[in-house]
């Protein structure tokens, strides 16, 4: 069963940037497609962020797209992470890390499409 850790979360101010790391604990064979959705309170689980397994193609909501940035250090998107710039308060959310050895682009901006989730880690950002 792949784990995969997130780390990076915290309390920043309005404007602030912070960077999220994800990394899977098994290396594979075949490349990951890797995700990112957040959760803030009372609201439900949203996408943000996802790269598919080709490594290049990548994907942002409209709500985050010129602000942050999804990398990865290898090839097989074993390590993933989300670079976070001027935040604001509306990305304030519990972000989680999600993770498919599925070899598709369809369905990325879907959580159902995942099969490997993370704990998640807060992100609160002041105004």
């Known amino acids: 069963q792949v784990q995969l850790v997130e780390s990076g979360g915290g309390l920043v101010q309005f404007g602030e940037s912070l960077r999220l790391s994800c990394a899977a604990s098994?290396?594979?064979?075949?490349?990951?497609?890797m995700a990112w959705f957040r959760q803030a309170p009372g609201k439900e689980r949203e996408f943000v962020s996802a790269i598919a397994y080709d490594g290049r193609t990548v994907y942002y909501s409209n709500s985050v797209r010129g602000r942050f940035t999804i990398s990865s250090a290898d090839t097989k998107n074993s390590v993933v992470y989300l670079q976070m710039d001027s935040l604001n308060a509306d990305d304030t959310a519990v972000y989680y890390c999600?993770?498919?050895?599925?070899?598709?682009?369809?369905?990325?901006?879907?959580?159902?499409?995942?099969?490997?989730w993370g704990q998640g880690t807060q992100v609160t950002v002041s105004s």
């Open positions: 098994e290396h594979t064979f075949s490349p990951y497609t």
């Open positions: 999600a993770a498919t050895l599925t070899q598709s682009r369809k369905d990325v901006r879907r959580d159902s499409f995942y099969d490997f």
